[in-house]
């Protein structure tokens, strides 16, 4: 068994980190601002811990929607590199509080067919009561926007969400 | 990455709700955008405003900082830049100079960066904070002649 935090991005659209990705947690932020000349599902930041964190609405990028309404709460994640990299975070807008949850690979099962861009960014996938999870691949997520998208994605252990890169 | 002291002087170009930070030294002037003539536009342009003995094309934002030939918005500035020997105009509301603020520079977060952005990082000063650009950046971003 190992923990993941199972993030709600709202409209029933969910998703998991490892345990050790999330780093911190704000209710109503109030120091996000916006960038101009960005994507739009990446177009606020937030200045934490002497860093600048691209805050995404995954939500949105997800459904290729406007932006979501029903998101008040954000967390920032540290997301794996290369070797010799320097720390890199990123922050998503999350409708609810994060749940943490218990998994292991008897609980593995294939990504959602819909929305189709789960596949470009998770790394495998677990059902809990309340159905499927994408585990999210962070250093996908937070890629420049003309990265290759990862479109074939390996299946790896549900276990391994909570291994280091 | 972290924040590092910025270098040098700066000067935000206010464009509605967005600023617009570039090097003081690529600012050549302020002119009033009643100045523009608007008779003949460059493409991609607004009009031409003159400067020394020359005319430059002048260019126009819109709101979500995109190039326009027919900006929603009145601007009332025009923001002379240089670019090497040649200068261009932008339309703005208005210019503010950082002059005794001590800025912050941070990366630009790479998920941020759409392909050929004009953007080169953020700044941060006091509780303010806006995107950091240059003149030949902008230029590029405008399609500026």
Known sequence: MTAAWVLDF?????????????????????????????PRHARHAILWNDMCVPVLDLGAWLTQGSASTEQHTLGVYWVPGRPGDSMRFGALWLAKPPQRRLVDDSMAADLPAMPQRWAQISCSCFTDAAGAVPVLDLALVFAEPSGQPAVAVAQHSVVALAEPA | MIGRAAQGKFTALVLGRHRLLIAQSDLRSLEAADDVDSKAPPQGGVGWIAAGSDYWPVYALDDELQPSCAPARPRRACALLSRGDKLFGVLCDDLQFLQHAAPTLYPLPAVMALPQTPLRGVVAWGDQRAALTSAEALASHLGAI
């Open chain 1, 10 to 38: 709202g409209s029933g659209l969910r998703a998991a980190v490892g345990e050790q990705h999330q780093v911190h947690l704000a209710y109503q932020p109030q120091d996000v601002f916006e960038l101009p000349l960005t």
